[in-house]
């Protein structure tokens, strides 16, 4: 709300129907492909009634990618430096692969944003994002020092969860144009478990 008081029921709804709308267009359109236009006729509001709530694209976007932030770091913050390695890493592949499944609107704007070079998130990578990434990567090399896992390159078995889960987001329409008769999730975790497996046990 412009004025920052608690919103009405009416007001709640359609906050809520220009975000939606929002996320649909931003994902398949992009930043810049996308316009006020597009998201307040698939909200079902006027123009003006859109800008009441939010005055920019830029700041419908922004409120976004924000929440985004939020939910995409949850799955790391649950790794436990306590746990078992193998099956903290895995329960971490496993979570990224159900948001994947779950948020593919989300994925792609999340990708977009990064393709053009992060301009309203950069804070938050390099602030939230990096912290978290290092304090996860201290917990890997632990264990990796302690001898329960195979030693890797800490940052880039994150970066290799990070694509490879995202992947079936971003990349859905070609996974499921190979896999014809097949849903695009069916066997990836098992795959997934078997490959960090493989790459993570001691010789």
């Known amino acids: 709300m412009p004025d920052g008081r608690p919103q009405t029921r009416i007001q709640k709804k359609n906050t809520d129907a220009i975000r939606e709308a929002a996320l649909d267009v931003f994902s398949t359109h992009g930043f810049r492909g996308a316009t006020l236009d597009q998201i307040a006729k698939a909200a079902g509001l006027s123009k003006p009634n859109l800008l009441y709530y939010y005055p920019s694209k830029e700041a419908i976007h922004v409120s976004l990618l924000s929440d985004l ?111 014809t008769g097949e849903p695009p999730m069916t066997h990836a975790g098992d795959f997934l478990d078997h490959l960090y497996r493989k790459m993570l046990t001691p010789a």
Request: neutral net charge; aromatic residues 10%; without cysteine.
């Open 69 to 179: 932030m939020t939910t995409w770091l949850a799955p790391l913050k649950q790794i436990d430096p306590n746990g078992q390695p193998m099956e903290e890493i895995l329960a971490y592949v496993h979570r990224k692969l159900e948001m994947s499944r779950d948020y593919p609107r989300e994925s792609r704007l999340f990708a977009n944003e990064i393709l053009q070079g992060a301009p309203r998130i950069r804070a938050a990578l390099e602030g939230d994002l990096k912290l978290l990434v290092d304090r996860t990567v201290q917990i890997i090399e632990n264990w990796m020092a302690e001898g329960r896992i195979a030693r890797v390159h800490p940052y880039h078995l994150v970066f290799s969860i990070w694509s490879l889960t995202q992947h079936y987001a971003d990349f859905d329409v070609q996974v499921r144009s190979v896999l």
